[in-house]
């Protein structure tokens, strides 16, 4: 089995969503079926129909977190020295070379992934490049635009 790294926080946000998904929804869509039930012919009860669907969804997301988090290998960024090194987790203060634009990005899962709270995933062409390396070092990422070159200028394990 393939094992896919993943944060502490991420796993959280996960077994959150299960526990909400097992506790709350379940339950309510549940109860919303038998109430459609109750009103009698099934054929033309568009409640009963909706709440199917729901559970339909409802039940293939329970069965997609409880694999995803079967597959992770849980990593804890803060249990790891910061040696300067790029690594799974860490939060990367990078500098473009042409333009001396700063960025901050935190490598994640793929599940974890969002640009917009600058979260990227390891698995991107930006991450890819970056890890392993260290502060100082320039690097070359290929973007639709042409190659981008920046310098890491720290690394942080929060």
Do not use: C, W
Request: charged share 30%; no cysteine; aromatic share 4%.
């Amino acid at each position: 089995m393939k094992r896919v790294p993943m944060t502490k926080e991420g796993a959280k946000q996960l077994e959150e969503e299960l526990q909400r998904l097992k506790t709350v929804e379940r339950p309510r869509i549940i109860n919303a079926i038998a109430e459609a039930r109750a009103h009698g012919d099934l054929k033309e009860n568009a409640e009963y129909h909706a709440a199917r669907e729901q559970q339909s969804f409802t039940e293939g997301r329970i069965r997609e977190i409880e694999s995803k988090l079967s597959e992770a290998q849980i990593i804890d960024i803060t249990q790891i020295p910061n040696s300067g090194k790029v690594i799974f987790g860490a939060t990367v203060d990078l500098i473009n070379s042409a333009t001396d634009e700063r960025l901050t990005f935190r490598i994640v899962g793929d599940d974890e992934a969002d640009v917009k709270a600058n979260k990227i995933s390891v698995s991107s062409p930006l991450a890819r490049a970056l890890i392993g390396k260290e502060e100082g070092d320039i690097v070359e990422v290929a973007t639709p635009g042409g190659k981008v070159s920046y310098e890491i200028d720290a690394t942080r394990h929060q």
